[in-house]
């Protein structure tokens, strides 16, 4: 499986301030892209295994042949997800501040999509 | 005000299929990050400036001192938020895919939060 992972680190205005690190994530030729049930399942698992607290989740499923949008609201900001099942192409953001490492959601995710390639980015916000 | 845009386009595996545009935006310095009321508002207005449809907007009040964390789910993928009124710091995310440019969101933000600074970065789907 080919993995890009790079570190785009923002300008921060002041350095004692960092609320969180973002990461963007291409999942292509993946799985399970039109299972509302499973994809409401695998957010909240990422988001346990980061120790973050759940606030949320809302899906919104496009039916007969479409995909999946939504996102899971955390006290620690969101993991947020939209899949093209016809293209079997799924694009994710996960944002934690505070003491969750949003990193350890990629191995949950990863699992469930079964991606043939992937790419990361980070991105520190604040 | 100080601007900074850059674009740092992912790798896309088919050069064809680009679901779309994602803007990391952070705005420092600014107002309004606990009317909860007013953020939904500026969150449906940004939307329909892009002609965007909002599918629902789920937001999440700390409370007392606190701040907002949300997102407006769209129809084209979505905009999320998370203020932190202690510091002034505002962390947003705009993703559309489709015939929607989220930039053109940016000026019904900025005209809302009025940052003294803010950060934008473009990051291609797909």
Known sequence: MDTRVTDQAQTVQDQ????????????????GLRDAEGIERVLRE?????????L????????????????????????????????GYAALDIFMCGRCDPRAALP???AWFSPDSMSVTEHQRG
């Open 16 to 31: 004692s301030f960092a609320p969180g690190l973002h990461l963007l994530v291409d999942f292509w030729e993946c799985r």
């Open 46 to 54: 990422a988001a346990a295994v980061c120790g973050a607290t759940v």
């Open 56 to 87: 949320s989740v809302m899906l919104h499923n496009f039916g007969e042949g479409g995909g999946i949008t939504g996102v899971a609201l955390l006290a620690e900001s969101h993991i947020s997800i939209h899949t093209w099942p016809e293209t």
């Open 108 to 110: 949950v995710l990863e």
